[in-house]
């Protein structure tokens, strides 16, 4: 199943961007939604996940206080609100659904969207 994100773009310090994503087909589970990003050289971090059990927040220490990961209007469909945004956060920003499946019988692994850009000028 293809996650598909948007919302990314060019802001400003201080600005605000709200990244949505919905995947295109069928999840029948997963463990938790949530948001990576990768920045030029260097690696894939997390920055905020939502568990699907009970709905429990994670976030990486660099973002908590301006960023909040919640469900869109269906259980699969994730956002983040990205407040008060910094140079340091630019990079691709990819959605992942942990530990998914697509039908009850098949194995479960980790689905991947394709990444949306978010470029914080300062």
């Known amino acids: 199943v293809q996650l598909q994100a948007s919302g990314g773009g060019l802001v400003q310090a201080g600005g605000s961007l709200t990244l949505s994503c919905a995947p295109a087909g069928i999840i029948y589970s997963s463990d938790s939604m949530g948001w990576y990003r990768q920045a030029p050289g260097k690696q894939r971090e997390m920055v905020a996940t939502?568990?699907?059990?009970?709905?429990?927040?994670t976030y990486a220490d660099a973002v908590k206080g301006r960023f909040t990961v919640s469900r869109g209007y269906t259980k699969n469909m994730v956002k983040l609100q990205m407040n008060n945004l910094k140079p340091e956060d630019s990079g691709v920003y990819y959605c992942?659904?942990?530990?998914?499946?697509?039908?009850?019988?098949?194995?479960?692994?980790?689905?991947w969207g394709k990444g949306t850009q978010v470029t914080v000028s300062s």
């Open positions: 939502i568990q699907s059990a009970d709905d429990t927040t």
């Open positions: 992942n659904a942990a530990n998914a499946r697509e039908f009850v019988w098949k194995p479960a692994r980790d689905f």
